[in-house]
């Protein structure tokens, strides 16, 4: 005879996701804790005064990064100021003005192949285009605008999905005590949807700040802080690069990863701070 297998009851099968999903949940945490702990503990030794703010010495064999700090913070702002308005007017149109034709199904179909390339091939056009083609050199100015180029795409998708969450509701509301269409997005559908696109300006800084191979090849290796935006430079990324695959310092290759960890850290930390309590304040809390 042969025996029916036994068939969990709902109750059960519950439990066992319930377990497994958090079993998974806090694997992940504990593969991210022991990677940022394994940097910090072997960079944050190398920290002080000295390598903070100094300057380097034999090409990052001793002295400090301070120039690479600020080379950092700097390509970066430009690939923001560049990709955020560009990024998030791109998914107004796109959640509220272009409807449902071939042509935004195109334009959604390029952001997610975009974001999918991989960083050196943005490395490759920055250095054809930008620095070669429009004779930009290697400069903060070419790295900032390829790494913009890589941001629009995860800013314009964050943005548009979130704007389209936003209730219809709040729309039809405004629209019947008179306000015009484009008061409703940047009176009720922005300041509503702002949460979800401040996440998306996270991640696209994010990937700015980490990349190194978008970077590579258009932003020089220059020692000294650039002083104006065609000036070379060397941000942490490619410092980091260079001291660990040239050899050159591996405890400074340490120090310099553990503080790219801390700033990334302190952005997202702060910025998750900051829209948690403006969500708080839009819902009256």
Known sequence: MISMPRIISPHHAQKIMNVVLWGVGLLAIVILIII???ILWNGLPQFSLEFIFGNPVGSGESGGIWPMIVSTFYVTFIALIVATPLGVLAAIWLAEYAGESILVKAIRFAAETLASIPSIVFGLFGLTFFVVFLQMGFSVLSGGLTLALMAIPTILRTAEVSIEA????YKEGSLALGASK?????????PAAIPGITTGIILGMARAIEETAAILYTVGAALAIPMSIWDPARPLPLHLYILATEGVSLPNAYGTAAVLVLIILIITISTNYLVEKYTKKMMGR
């Not at 936003?166 to 509701?169: A, E, F, G, L, N």
């Not at 409703?184 to 559908?189: G, S």
């Open 36 to 38: 940022i702990g394994y």
């Open 166 to 169: 936003v209730p219809q509701s």
């Open 182 to 190: 484009w008061q409703t997005i940047y009176r009720v559908v922005i």
